[in-house]
C-alpha cells in the first residue's frame, strides 16, 4: 500500500512538472516566435540573440553587405534581414526599442540606435490585415569587419565580365525568398566607380553578351540598364552617374534561383 502511494504521489509530481514547463513555455512564447518556428533562415552570423524575430511567419529576404565606403552609417560590414511578423506595428516598435539605445526616432515602426557597440535600423510597416513588414539593419563589430564578403565563396565565376571597373564600392551576398512560391533567389552584387563613359560600357556588353537570351538595353533619366540570361542565371549591369561627369557607378549582378 505504502508503495503504490509513493508511486501516485511520484506521478503527480512529475505531472505538476509537465504543467508548468508547459505555461512557462507559453508564456515566453507569446513575444518571440524563436527561429526553429520561422519559415525560412537568417543568414549564418546575424545577431539574432541580440535583434530577436518578433512573432515571425517568415523572413523574405537577409543579405550580408561588405562596404568600402566611409559614409556608411551601419559600418563598413551589416546584416539586413526582412521578415513578415504577426505582430502590430506598435507591438515591434516596443520590442525592438526596449532592446536598443534609440538616437533617431522618425515614426512609429521607424527609427535608428546602437546595440552591443553596433549601429542598427528598424523599419516595421503594414503588411495586410494580419500582418506587418519588418526590415532590420545591424552592423557587424569593428573589431570583426571583413573585406571580402564570406558569403561570396560560391560566386558564379565566368558568368559575366566587369567592364575595367575603377574602385570597388561594395559587395553584397542577398538570399531572397518568394513571399509567394516556392523559390530562393541568390543575389550576388557588386558596385564600383568607373571613369569609362556610358556608351562604352553598353558597346562592351553589347559585343560580350547581345546573342544571349533576353539581352536588353534599356536607359531612362535616372540610369542605363542591361539584361541578359547566360545559362541558368540572370545578369544585370545599372549604370548611373556620379557627381560629375568624371565617373559612373557601375552596379552588377548576377541572380541564381533555387
Not at 561627369?245 to 557601375?250: A, W
Request: one cysteine or more.
Amino acid at each position: 500500500m505504502k508503495k503504490n502511494k509513493k508511486f501516485l504521489i511520484g506521478i503527480l509530481i512529475i505531472l505538476i512538472a509537465i504543467t508548468l514547463a508547459s505555461c512557462k513555455s507559453a508564456a515566453s512564447g507569446g513575444s518571440n516566435s524563436g527561429s526553429s518556428s520561422v519559415q525560412n533562415k537568417a543568414l549564418e552570423g546575424y545577431p539574432e540573440n541580440l535583434l530577436p524575430l518578433y512573432e515571425a511567419e517568415k523572413i523574405s529576404s537577409c543579405s550580408f553587405s561588405v562596404v568600402n565606403d566611409n559614409f556608411v552609417n551601419l559600418g563598413k560590414n551589416y546584416y539586413s534581414l526582412a521578415y513578415l511578423s504577426k505582430g502590430t506595428v506598435a507591438e515591434i516598435d516596443k520590442h525592438y526599442r526596449d532592446k536598443m539605445t534609440v538616437t533617431q526616432s522618425y515614426a512609429e515602426g521607424s527609427f535608428s540606435g546602437t546595440i552591443d557597440n553596433r549601429n542598427a535600423s528598424l523599419m516595421a510597416s503594414k503588411h495586410d490585415d494580419k500582418l506587418s513588414y519588418v526590415t532590420i539593419k545591424v552592423g557587424v563589430k569593428q573589431e570583426d569587419w571583413v573585406t571580402e564578403n564570406t558569403f561570396f565563396k560560391d560566386y558564379p565565376q565566368g558568368v559575366m565580365e566587369i567592364v575595367e571597373p575603377n574602385n570597388l564600392l561594395e559587395q553584397t551576398y542577398d538570399r531572397q525568398f518568394s513571399l509567394y512560391e516556392d523559390k530562393t533567389i541568390n543575389r550576388y552584387v557588386k558596385k564600383y566607380t568607373t571613369t569609362m563613359q556610358t556608351d562604352k560600357i553598353i558597346a562592351f556588353y553589347q559585343n560580350k553578351y547581345k546573342d544571349m537570351a533576353g539581352f536588353m538595353v534599356r536607359t531612362d533619366q535616372y540610369s542605363t540598364v542591361i539584361f541578359f540570361k547566360p545559362d541558368t542565371y540572370e545578369c544585370q549591369v545599372t549604370i548611373t552617374k556620379g557627381s560629375s561627369n568624371n565617373f559612373r557607378y557601375l552596379q552588377t549582378e548576377i541572380r541564381k534561383y533555387n
